[in-house]
């Protein structure tokens, strides 16, 4: 669902940077090859991901939920000289192309692609990072926010996708990915650590800086 009217929606992606060749063609190959090629970031939300990244500076992101890699390659484009990466996907199947799209980018150096659940591998992170991206399976959302928040550092980001699930969690009824984005939402907006603003660009980011 776009919230846009169509001709806006347009009239927007005509007046956003163009993402490059190399996204493009990451983002054309997830709808040939890959399953729900919907999940792919694409190029507005991949370009305000970007910004988002290119204003904070970061020396260390965190990514949950790699998918065919299209928003790590863009947060990537945002870090400091020698800052790094991590993204982590379940997903063993989508390895040989993600890894293929890192390497065309030249950033082998800059992204730690990890395969595994992020259940598992976030509490083995020792770093700390100045902005996490939330992108997995949405029942978890409260639980990365939990398993992250002490590696985030003070004055560091937390964005997290789809938080408006294509305006469900206003409806009445909700299924059970929607009662955990509705919950993770109310957990964030009554978080005294946190200041949050969700931002209506796509499918909803919730921005959260930890004070
Ligand atoms: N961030 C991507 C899209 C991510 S789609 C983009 O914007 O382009 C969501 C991804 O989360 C899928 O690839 C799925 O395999 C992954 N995922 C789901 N559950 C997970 C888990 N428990 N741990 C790690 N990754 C998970
Ligand atoms: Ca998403």
Known sequence: ???????????????????????????????????????????LQGQ???????????????????????????LAEGLQEGGKLVTIDINKELEAMVREYIKKAGMEEKIDYRIGNAIDIIPQLNSTFDLV?????????????????DKVSPGGYILADNVLWSGKIIEPKPDTDTRALIAFNEKVHNDPRAENVLFPVRDGIMVIRKK
């Open 48 to 74: 305000v991901l970007r910004m988002l990244s290119t204003m904070i500076k970061p020396k260390n992101i965190l990514e949950i939920g790699t998918y065919t890699g299209y928003s790590g390659l863009c």
């Open 1 to 43: 669902m776009e919230f846009l009217p169509e001709k806006l929606q347009e009239y927007v992606e005509q007046h956003t940077r163009y993402e490059g060749e190399l996204l493009h063609e990451l983002e054309r190959e997830t709808y040939l090859k890959v399953l729900m090629p919907r999940m792919v970031s694409g190029h």
């Open 133 to 149: 991206f939330i992108d997995a399976d949405k029942v978890n959302y409260s639980n990365y926010y939990d398993l992250v928040w």
